[in-house]
């Protein structure tokens, strides 16, 4: 098992920008690529970024625009997405998932171990 724990939601509003972080309780760094999803109320759950374990690669969803960006720390215990200019349509339960395949892809199903999620809402 690995837990993973997301941390830094809350409320802002549009066009601010905030970071959320992803990491393992008790486990040192997680060694393994990391994705990033969101799901909104009634709303199917989405991919939205994500970082293989060498952290030189990562993947995103087309409709970020760039906006998002997913990077690990330098001694790999955090992964990070930090979000820009954010939407009203931003707002969701982020959640952060690991895979021990190396899977960095956009299918929730290449992912083995999924945090609580954290709540970002955009509004004004």
């Known amino acids: 098992q690995m837990p993973l724990e997301e941390s830094g939601g809350g409320l802002v509003q549009p066009g601010d920008s905030l970071t959320l972080s992803c990491g393992s309780p008790?486990?040192?760094?997680?060694?393994?690529?990391v994705g990033w999803f969101r799901q909104a109320p009634g709303k199917v759950r989405e991919f939205v970024a994500a970082?293989?374990?060498?952290?030189?690669?990562?993947n995103y969803a087309d409709s970020q625009s760039g906006r998002f960006k997913v990077f690990r720390d330098s001694a790999g215990k955090l992964v990070y997405l930090q979000m820009s200019n954010l939407r009203p349509e931003d707002t969701a339960t982020y959640t952060c998932a690991a895979s021990v395949y190396g899977y960095y892809g956009d299918n929730y199903a290449g992912y083995n171990y999924w945090g609580q999620g954290t709540q970002v809402t955009v509004s004004a």
């Open positions: 008790g486990r040192p760094s997680i060694n393994f690529a």
């Open positions: 970082i293989a374990r060498d952290r030189n690669n990562s």
